[in-house]
């Protein structure tokens, strides 16, 4: 049996989002036919890649 690499593991997380945020996700994961986990996981992937390409510890987000 082979090791699965850092790369490929997984860790499971439990989220809360207001209500709108989720309904939000939830429309989108159906409209593409995917798991709302899926566009989650795509979202933080994303935010993840702006974060490092801009070289910024955080983005700025609507309540500052």
Excluded: C, H
């Excluded at 989108?28 to 995917?34: G, P, Q, R």
């Excluded at 795509?42 to 702006?50: I, L």
Aim: glycine share 2%; proline share 2%; charged share 35%.
């Amino acid at each position: 049996m082979s090791k699965k690499s850092d790369e490929t593991k997984t860790v499971r997380a439990s989220i809360s989002f207001p209500a709108d945020v989720y309904a939000e996700l939830e429309r989108i994961a159906e409209a593409n036919k995917v798991s709302l986990a899926w566009v989650v996981r795509q979202a933080a992937e994303k935010y993840v890649r702006d974060v490092e390409a801009t070289g910024e510890k955080t983005i700025a987000s609507n309540n500052e």
